[in-house]
């Protein structure tokens, strides 16, 4: 189900490192992974303290695609060009309202589909390929 513009979207950023120390469990991890994979997810949010640490395990699995995030250009660009499905915070850095607006635009963002874009996805999914089978 996809949001629509003027749908709220609802982000309250705390301290979360408990919370996030749960969510970035191997466990969690897979579970947010195989739903992404799967179709059962579109997309994901990721929040650390810098965002950082939640970029690098979300990438360890396959098929994702997370950057952190912390511009409203990159939230939709990352999805534009890159088909990113895991918008990683920090929440040490983002405060709620630009939380929201990164957020938002994350959401709303939709693949563009252009031919250079296709050839890199393309790429990295085969790159993806040669690390899992070695």
């Not at 950057?67 to 999805?79: E, F, K, R, W």
């Amino acid at each position: 189900m996809a949001l629509r513009e003027n749908e709220p979207v609802v982000v309250r950023i705390l301290r979360l490192r408990e919370v996030v120390a749960q969510v970035l469990r191997e466990q969690h991890r897979h579970q947010v992974g195989e739903a992404l994979t799967s179709g059962e997810a579109e997309r994901a949010v990721f929040v650390c303290g810098s965002g950082v640490g939640a970029s690098v395990a979300a990438c360890k699995l396959p098929g994702i695609r997370a950057a952190v995030c912390h511009d409203v250009y990159s939230a939709h660009q990352g999805v534009e060009h890159d088909d990113m499905n895991v918008l990683c915070l920090g929440s040490d850095i983002v405060g709620p309202q630009l939380a929201t607006d990164l957020v938002r635009t994350f959401l709303l963002a939709r693949f563009n589909g252009g031919e250079r874009y296709v050839r890199r996805l393309e790429k990295i999914a085969t790159m993806e390929r040669g690390l899992t089978n070695a």
